[in-house]
C-alpha cells in the first residue's frame, strides 16, 4: 500500500482503538464468515445503507482498501496464504452522520487438509501375542485448524474411541493419536485403522480420510485339553485336543519314544503316555493310561461337589483279582474326607491294583461362593478424563459381575479374565454416585459400594418439572405441575414423588389449593439407581391483589411552608406475597423522587423476641405500608399527591395493573416573589410627563403591596400603580405571613429636547428649498427659455456649411448673459 494507505491504517487503528467497534455499526459484511483451503482466493463484501459518511475502507495486512465515498466495497486475496488474518471493515462518518467511526470485522478461517494419513505400529501386526497390549498411531500432517479435527478409531466396523485436539495454533500442524489395543484371541482377523474428521461450522465442508486398515494377527495357545480313560485293550482314543493360533500338532511318548496313536492300545501301553502339544508355544502333559484286560476301574472324570457338604466322589474297581484302590494327589496317597473344602479341590489319581494295575484321573472341582470383593475403592476424577473401576472376586464357579449404577452413555463394561472393569470416559457430573458391583456364582453373592466424585463437576438431580414456574391468583383456578426424569435418568429406576413443607405426599404430579396454599413449598423428590436422594423445587407464588391502597399524611397539613418536608405513607391493605410489592409515588402526573423512601413494613408490627416483622419471611396476606419525605417548593402548592402499589409477579408471572390510592391535596405557603420583568430597577421621566410604575409579586398567602419613597415626593396612586413625575428612589415591598421582599426603583428626570429638534429641522428644509427654486431658475433661464440680445445687430454671411442649433438666421446674435 501506498505511504498514505499506511497512514490511514494507522488513523484507523487508533480511532477504533479509542472511539471501539459498536455494535451498531452502519455496516454490513457479506459473509460475516468464510472458510478458505489453504491458497484459495476469498473476498468478503462490506456494505452500507447510510448516506452521511466520507467513505468506508478494509484494514488487513493483505488486501487492505484506502477509504472510498463508496456504499460498497470487497476485500479480495487472490492467493490466502496468512494463517492468522482478521480483515475489518470500517467507516468514518461525515459532519452530518449521526454515528461515530465505527468498524466491523470479518472471520476469516484458512484451513488445510491432508489427502492421506497414515497408520503407525511399533510391532508386527501379524504376530501379535494373546493378553499383550500394543499401540497404534495415527500421524496427520499439514492440518489447520487443528482443533476442528477429531480423530476416530475402528476395530473392524465398530467405533472403539475418538480423540479431538485442543491445540490454540491457527497454522498448519502434525498431529498424531494412539490407540492401545489389549489383544485377545478374538481379536485375530480383524482390521484396525483410523479416521480423520474435519468440521468447519455451517460455512465450511465436512472433511474426513481415512488411513489404510492393519489386519491383525493374534498368537495364542495351545490350549491342551485332555481326558484319561480306561480302556480295552485293542482299542484306540484320541485322548488330547489342543486349540491355538497357529493350529498346534500333538506328538505322543511313552517311556521316551514316540508313541503311535493309531495303532489300537495294548496292555503294555498301560501307565503314563506324554502328550506334546507344538503351536505358538510348547504345552507337555502327562496322561496316566490303563488298558484293562484284568481289573477294571471305573471313576468320573471331573466332579463337582459343594464345600462344606457331605459329599465325595465314587470310584468302583472290578477285576479279579479284586483290585484295591488308592488315592493319590500330588503323587501322595491320601484319604477324601467326608466333607470337602476348597482345599481339597484338585487333580486325583486312582489306582486300582490287582495281579496288573489301573489308573483313572479324577478332577474335583469344589464350588463356593464369592469372596469378598477386592481392588474396587473410591475414585476421584478431573471433569473430561477417564477412570476405569475394578471388580475382582474369587469363586467357583467363576463369579459373574453385575454393576449397579446410574447409566449414561460414557460408560462401558468390560469382563476380562475373571474381573470386571468399568470405564468411565470423558467423566460428567452425571457420573458422580455410588456404583455398586455384585460378584456371584450359583453358590451366593456378595457386593461393595464404592462412590466416585468427578472434580469441577456439579451434579444435578436428573428430573424436570413442567411448568418451573407456577403464578396463580387467590381462589383462582388451580393448575397442576408435572415432575418426571430427564431422558439420561428415565432408565435408571426413578422413584418420583412430591412433598410440600407441610409433609404432604402425592404422585408424579402436584395441585394446589388456591384458597389455602399461601408457602407450601413443594419440591418433587426422586431416587435413582446409583444416586442419593435428590429434589427440585416449583418456584410456586399464590397471589392476592391489594383490598384497598390508601395515602394518608404523618403529620399535620394545615400549615405546610415551603423548604419544610412532608411525609406521607402509603398503606396497602391484604396483599400477597407483600415482598413483591413497589410503592411509587406521584405528585400529579409526575413522579415523585423522594429525600427518603422508607421501605415496606409491616402495619402495626413491633418486633419482639416471639415476633417476625421481616416481610420476607411472610407469604399469606398482609397490610404493609411505605413512607415518604418530600422537601416542598411552590410547585407542590394545591397539587395532589398519590401513590400506586404494584404487585410484580417476576418475567414468568402476570402483568398486573397497580391499585392507585385517592389524592392528597397540599396547601404550601411561599414568600412573596415581585415580578422585576414588569418592574426595572431605572425608570426615566421627561419633565412635564409621568410614568406609571407597577408592582406585581407571587405569593401565598397572597401579598400585600405597599410603596415606600422619600416624604418630599408627591407620587399617586392609581388601581395599584404608583404615577410618578419626580426623580427619586422607590420602593415597592410585598409582605404575607410567611416573609416579605422588596424591590428599589431609580426614577431619572429627563429633559424633552423634540421641540427644538423639529424648529431646526423645519428652518433647514426651508433654506433648502430656496436655494433649490434659485438654482432652477437660473438652470431653466439659460437653457429653456432661449432669451436673446437684438442690440446693434451685424449681418454676416450665411454658411451654408454650419447648422445654428437648427435655425438658419441671416443676423448676428449675441447670447444673454
Known amino acids: 500500500m501506498s505511504n498514505s494507505a499506511s497512514f490511514v491504517r494507522l488513523f484507523v487503528g487508533l480511532i477504533l482503538t479509542v472511539t471501539g467497534a459498536h455494535s451498531s455499526c452502519p455496516v454490513e459484511l457479506s459473509p460475516s464468515r468464510v472458510v478458505v483451503r489453504y491458497g484459495d482466493s476469498v473476498s468478503v463484501n ?43 471493515c470500517f467507516i468514518t462518518p461525515s459532519p452530518n452522520s449521526t454515528f461515530s467511526m465505527c468498524f466491523k470485522s470479518a472471520e476469516v478461517v484458512l484451513y488445510s487438509f491432508p489427502e492421506n494419513i497414515d497408520i503407525l505400529t511399533n510391532h508386527s501386526a501379524d504376530s501379535m501375542e494373546e493378553n499383550k497390549e500394543y499401540g497404534f498411531t495415527c500421524v496427520i500432517k499439514d492440518v489447520a485448524p487443528a482443533n476442528s479435527v477429531t480423530v476416530r478409531w475402528y476395530k473392524g466396523d465398530t467405533l472403539t474411541s475418538e480423540e479431538t485436539f485442543d491445540v490454540p495454533q491457527k497454522g498448519p500442524a502434525n498431529l498424531s493419536s494412539v490407540y492401545k489395543l489389549n489383544s ?23 472433511l474426513n480420510v481415512s488411513s489404510q486398515e492393519i489386519n491383525v494377527t493374534v498368537f495364542y495357545g495351545p490350549d491342551l485339553f485332555c481326558s484319561v480313560l480306561n480302556t480295552v485293550e485293542g482299542d484306540t482314543f484320541d485322548l488330547c485336543n489342543a486349540t491355538g493360533n497357529p493350529t498346534p500338532t500333538l506328538t505322543w511318548w511313552k517311556d521316551g519314544h514316540p508313541k503311535n496313536m493309531s495303532v489300537p492300545l495294548s496292555r503294555e501301553d498301560t501307565g503314563q503316555l ?63 474326607p467326608q466333607t470337602l473344602t476348597r482345599n481339597d479341590a484338585g487333580q486325583y489319581t486312582v489306582i486300582a491294583s490287582s495281579s496288573s494295575l489301573v489308573n483313572a484321573t479324577v478332577d474335583i472341582i469344589i464350588q463356593y461362593a464369592p469372596s469378598q470383593i477386592l481392588e474396587l475403592e473410591d475414585s476421584e476424577v478431573e471433569i473430561g478424563l477417564n477412570v476405569s473401576l475394578k471388580c475382582s472376586s474369587m469363586g467357583n464357579p467363576r463369579s459373574n459381575y453385575t454393576w449397579i449404577y446410574f447409566e449414561v452413555a460414557n460408560v462401558m463394561e468390560e469382563n476380562v479374565d475373571g474381573v470386571s472393569l468399568l470405564h468411565i470416559h470423558n467423566a460428567t457430573a452425571s457420573n458422580m454416585g455410588d456404583y455398586i ?15 466416585v466424585t468427578v472434580k469441577g463437576a456439579e451434579q444435578e438431580c436428573p ?20 415432575c418426571k426424569p430427564t431422558p439420561i435418568g428415565a432408565n435408571n429406576g426413578a422413584d418420583i414423588k412430591w412433598q410440600d413443607v407441610w409433609g404432604k405426599i402425592s404422585a408424579k404430579e402436584w395441585r394446589a389449593d388456591t384458597n389455602v396454599d399461601w408457602d407450601p413449598r413443594p419440591a418433587c423428590t426422586a431416587k435413582f439407581r446409583g444416586l442419593p436422594p435428590c429434589k427440585k423445587d416449583l418456584s410456586f407464588t399464590l397471589y392476592k391483589t391489594p383490598d384497598s391502597v390508601s395515602i394518608l399524611p404523618v403529620h399535620n397539613l394545615s400549615s405546610l411552608v415551603e423548604g419544610e418536608e412532608l411525609q406521607l405513607r402509603c398503606d396497602v391493605i ?4 407483600a415482598q413483591n410489592v413497589t410503592v411509587r409515588w406521584y405528585h400529579g402526573n409526575d413522579t415523585v423522587e423522594p429525600l427518603i423512601n422508607g421501605s415496606m413494613r409491616l402495619m402495626d408490627c413491633v418486633p419482639k423476641n ?31 399527591f398519590r401513590c400506586e402499589a404494584l404487585l410484580d409477579l417476576g418475567h414468568n408471572g402476570l402483568k398486573l395493573s397497580p391499585e392507585v390510592s385517592n389524592p392528597v391535596n397540599v396547601t404550601v405557603h411561599y414568600k412573596p416573589v415581585i415580578n422585576t420583568t414588569k418592574l426595572p430597577n431605572t425608570v426615566p421621566v421627561i419633565t412635564g410627563y409621568h410614568e406609571e410604575l407597577v408592582c406585581e409579586a407571587e405569593g401565598h398567602p397572597p401579598p400585600k403591596i405597599q410603596w415606600l419613597y422619600s416624604p418630599d415626593k408627591a407620587p399617586r396612586v392609581s388601581n395599584g400603580m404608583l404615577i410618578v413625575t419626580e426623580a427619586g428612589f422607590y420602593t415597592c415591598n410585598a409582605t404575607n405571613d410567611v416573609d ?37 431658475s437660473i438652470y431653466y433661464k439659460n437653457t429653456r427659455m432661449r432669451h436673446y440680445n437684438l442690440k446693434n445687430p451685424k449681418l454676416s454671411t450665411h454658411n451654408g456649411n454650419v447648422a445654428h442649433n437648427g435655425w438658419d438666421t441671416q443676423l448676428p446674435m449675441t447670447k444673454l448673459s
Open 184 to 206: 485377545t484371541r478374538r481379536d485375530n482377523g480383524v482390521s484396525v485403522r483410523c479416521e480423520a474428521h474435519m468440521d468447519l461450522g455451517p460455512e465450511g465442508p465436512k
Open 274 to 336: 506324554v502328550v506334546k502339544a507344538m503351536g505358538f508355544s510348547s504345552v507337555t502333559k502327562e496322561i496316566q493310561i490303563s488298558v484293562q484286560y484284568g481289573p477294571e476301574l471305573s471313576c468320573p472324570i471331573t466332579y463337582t461337589a459343594i464345600e462344606n457338604t457331605f459329599d465325595k466322589p465314587n470310584c468302583t474297581a472290578v477285576g479279579f483279582p479284586i483290585p484295591i484302590m488308592q488315592w493319590f494327589k500330588d503323587g501322595e496317597e491320601v484319604v477324601l
Open 610 to 640: 416471639d415476633t417476625n416483622c421481616d416481610i420476607g419471611e411472610h407469604r399469606n396476606p398482609l397490610s404493609v405500608s411505605s413512607t415518604i419525605s418530600v422537601r416542598l417548593d411552590r410547585k407542590h402548592n394545591r397539587a395532589e
Open 574 to 577: 391484604r396483599v400477597a406475597p
Open 46 to 88: 462490506c456494505s452500507t445503507s447510510e448516506t452521511h459518511f466520507d467513505g468506508i475502507g478494509w484494514e488487513s495486512p493483505l488486501g487492505g482498501r484506502n477509504t472510498e465515498k463508496v456504499n460498497h466495497l470487497t476485500w479480495t486475496v487472490k492467493n490466502l496464504t496468512h494463517w492468522d488474518i482478521s480483515p475489518f
Open 463 to 482: 428430573i424436570e418439572i413442567t411448568p418451573q414456574r407456577m403464578v396463580i391468583p387467590y381462589k383462582g383456578r388451580s393448575e397442576t405441575a408435572v
Open 740 to 776: 416579605s421582599a422588596f424591590h428599589v426603583v431609580e426614577v431619572i428626570l429627563k429633559v424633552d429636547h423634540l421641540p427644538l429638534i423639529a424648529g431646526f429641522v423645519a428652518i433647514a428644509v426651508i433654506a433648502i428649498s430656496i436655494i433649490f427654486l434659485f438654482i432652477f
Open 437 to 451: 458391583c455384585k460378584a456371584w456364582n450359583e453358590r451366593g453373592a456378595v457386593t461393595k459400594t464404592v462412590k
